[in-house]
C-alpha cells in the first residue's frame, strides 16, 4: 500500500511556472507507475502525464505536451509535475495516482489504485 501527498500548488500569472511534487510513503514506491490527473470545477478528471516504475518512458496530453514535464526520483520516493507556460485553463485541483501496473502510463482512472489529496493550482490571466 501507498499514500501519496500531493505539494506545490498556488496562484501563478499567465505564463508563469510551477512545480508540483508527490510524496510516496510506503515500501515499495520504486514498484508503481505514477501519473498526474486535474479537475477543473464542473469538468470531469482529465489525465496529465503518467510516467513508468523507473521513469524512463512518459505518456503526455496532447494539450500538455512540450509545457509539462513529469518526472520521479525513486530514492526519494517523489514524483514530480513541471508545468511551464501555465494558462487560465490549466486551473484545476491537480492529483497524483499510483497504479501497481508498473509499466501503465495511461489514462484510465480504474488502473490507478491510490491517489492523493490533491493540490490546487491557479493561473490568472
Known amino acids: 500500500q501507498v499514500q501519496l501527498r500531493e505539494s506545490g500548488g498556488g496562484l501563478v500569472q499567465d505564463g508563469g511556472s510551477l512545480r508540483l511534487s508527490c510524496a510516496a510513503f510506503?515500501?515499495?514506491?520504486?514498484?508503481?507507475?505514477m501519473g498526474w490527473f486535474r479537475q477543473a470545477p464542473g469538468k470531469e478528471r482529465e489525465f496529465v502525464a503518467g510516467v513508468t516504475w523507473s521513469g524512463r518512458t512518459t505518456t503526455y496530453t496532447d494539450s500538455m505536451k512540450g509545457r509539462f514535464t513529469i518526472s520521479r526520483d525513486n530514492a526519494k520516493k517523489t514524483v514530480y509535475l513541471q508545468m511551464n507556460m501555465l494558462k487560465a485553463e490549466d486551473t484545476a485541483v491537480y492529483y497524483c495516482a499510483a497504479s501497481s501496473r508498473s509499466y501503465y502510463t495511461g489514462p484510465l482512472y480504474s488502473e490507478y489504485e491510490y491517489w492523493g489529496q490533491g493540490t490546487q493550482v491557479t493561473v490568472s490571466s
Open positions: 510506503g515500501r515499495t514506491f520504486d514498484s508503481y507507475a
